[in-house]
């Protein structure tokens, strides 16, 4: 199982470009979120989703849609990239139940200039 | 109001040492989870303790959680070099039904050889 992938890994964009982060899961979770990270501090979640077709905001959505076609895809798109958006992105994945851990990706590293 | 706050941000001990963590939290939880990261990776998790349990081990890992004190440590016996590493608690807050968390700041561990 490849677990939780990212992609791109790395992305430098422009003020005003607009991007999509891709996320992938394998082991048929139900939940799935997207976090980003800033230096020296924890993860903030930005939206999540308990099922397919169904998404949520989380505690810093502003500036960020998302989109979740299938069960194992999460999208995270940037439709006009601000430098405040520079940051490490990551995805996670779970189970469905209050018992279950997440399961991280690897992150995609993010700098808008 | 934050959930999930470390202490200390940052802590250096000599290996064979034990490497104590805290975490405190404010609202009422399903369980508290912690969660390791290396540096430019994603988030790993070590331990989850539900809130009806109050001591947790897991080889040289150590959790407890005090929910009258809304408190949780983490332990690490005869640490390591590799355990160097930044450590993240998270709450499973009963107010959300168990479909997220939410991650504290984290301690950076630094174990020295």
């Known amino acids: 199982n490849a677990g939780v992938t990212q992609t791109p890994k790395f992305r430098v964009l422009k003020t005003g470009q607009s991007m999509t982060l891709l996320c992938a899961q394998d082991m048929n979770h139900e939940y799935m979120y997207w976090y980003r990270q800033d230096p020296g501090m924890g993860l903030r979640l930005i939206h999540y989703?308990?099922?397919?077709?169904?998404?949520a905001k989380g505690e810093v959505p502003d500036g960020y849609n998302v989109s979740r076609l299938k069960k194992q895809n999460f999208l995270l798109g940037l439709e006009s990239a601000a430098p405040s958006q520079t940051s490490v992105y990551f995805c996670?994945?779970?189970?469905?139940?209050?018992?279950?851990?997440?399961?991280f990706g690897p992150g995609t590293r993010l700098t808008v200039t | 109001s934050q959930q999930g706050e470390e202490d200390p941000q940052a802590l250096s001990i000599q290996e064979g040492e034990n490497a104590t963590m805290n975490c405190s939290y404010k609202t009422s939880i399903n369980n508290l989870q912690w969660y390791r990261q290396n540096s430019g990776r994603g988030l790993v998790h070590l331990i989850l303790i539900r809130s009806n349990e109050r001591e947790k081990h897991s080889g040289r890992l150590r959790v407890t959680l005090d929910t009258s004190k809304k408190s949780s440590s983490l332990l690490i016996t005869a640490s390591r070099a590799a355990d160097t590493a930044s450590y993240f608690c998270a709450t499973d807050a009963r107010e959300t039904s168990g479909s997220r968390l939410t991650f504290g700041e984290g301690t950076q561990l630094t174990v020295n050889p």
């Open positions: 989703s308990v099922g397919e077709g169904t998404t």
């Open positions: 996670a994945s779970r189970r469905a139940g209050d018992r279950y851990e997440q399961y």
